[in-house]
């Protein structure tokens, strides 16, 4: 009998080490490390950083022995994975990779665990890669929200990133060194428990609820659960992704479910990379190219707010529902996903970064004012464009200024891998985007080496030393840290 999904996967996990990695695939690892940690610095001002900061204070289990980024503070491994996944999410200018948001659901459990455990950066990065490849395997074998049918967008009506709770386990059950056994255990467990696809009733009503499309806490929760059960000898479902009739396909509402996507070239082909993409803006991606040809046309003619008699767009077609048309803009995170909003404000040319959510500019007369100039209409060769590449985004935009009309067009947003090379965030670019995030949070002199550190990931032997010096005063590191700086 040939082994379930779950038994492969297992066992992909369990034989991965960091001699057998791709150099592209370990670099890759240390630019989302690196970019998620920069994001959760930024937030820990944030509504949903601090609440998810209050709620990792209070939950119970084990010594204080893993850092909430940002703060210096050090709770329960449960704590730290909670109040990490929110904060890398807060700001929604984390990494996304198929199925979407990936790194706020996987990252979490293993940065708590590796620093707990005084994992060299070695093995965090396999972790890192292990659940970033099995949750990009597990999009690719579902249904996808730009799915196109008939020359039409074609989103699914049941979807989300409950699929990303396996590597998020897997992650955490390799960083233990526990078996492959365990590890089995571990993901059958995980699948039974995983939260529920909730992500279209989100895109549906709005103002949207500040829990987003998947609350990345909860979904770091339920990977502790599953590997902590698994090790503590609970026996999981093996068999729950080969049962297409009852188990997690069906009752996690994917209407395709295609496993070969899952188990082709496993463990030789590493996927996750050739789609990988980093996020300027804290604002959903789908503004982004019309952003980037925002900035670019305001900067080079100097065109201040004021001036600016209409904005109008042309987005990609799946973003005609609610939580994109909203313009009733109760909470700065109602910032992040409207597109009129978002134009408005990109327009008064602050640097992207935690400023976006300041109140002040959020709700400030001149944004809210312009936000009424701005239109839009769904980009006419979308679907064309789209399929003709992943990356694809097409979008345009006209502002009208001073009696004149100036127009940009992009078909890849920066941060994206595409065809364009411009296009791709380099390693400069995101140790600039992290300075931006750590200014006022990480010491200054301690930034550098921080970016460092993780840059040359593989050669620190304590994991703990870097996450120790995510806080605002390094001081705060106990004897027997060896904090950077």
Known sequence: MSNTLIEQLADFSARTDFDQLPRAVVDECKRILLDSIGCAVAAIGEPKGRIG????????????EATVIGTGERVSIFGAAFANGE?????????????GHVAPYVLPGALAVGEANRAPGKALISAIAISHE??????KAMDYLRDTKDGKVSPPPVYGYSSTVFGATAAIVKLKGLSADVLANALGIAGSIAPVNSQVAWFQHAPSSTIKYLLAGALAQTAMTAAHMAEFGHRGDVQILDDREYG??????????????ITAGLGSEWQFPTEQAYKPYPHCRILHALLDSLTEIVDEHDIKPGEIDGIKAWVEGFVEQPVW?????RHVHDAQFSIAHGLALGAHRVPPGKAWQDPELVFGHSVMELMNKVTHEVHPNYVELLSGHAASRPAKIEISARGKTFVGERRYPKGSPSPDPA?????????????????????GDRVDKVIEAIFDLENVDDFASI?????PDASQAQPGDRAIG
């Open 53 to 64: 900061i209050d709620y990792a204070r209070i939950m119970g289990g084990g010594d204080s």
């Open 87 to 99: 904060l890398i999410n807060a700001l929604d200018m984390d990494a996304v990779v198929p199925p």
């Open 134 to 139: 099995m949750s990009y395997r597990l999009g």
């Open 248 to 261: 997690f396909p069906r009752f996690i509402g994917t209407r395709r479910w295609e496993p070969g996507h």
């Open 325 to 329: 048309l909203n313009r009733d803009i």
């Open 423 to 443: 296009s791709t965030m380099s390693n400069d670019e995101l140790a600039a985007k992290f300075r931006r995030n750590a200014q006022g949070v990480i010491a």
């Open 467 to 471: 996450m120790r010096a995510l806080g």
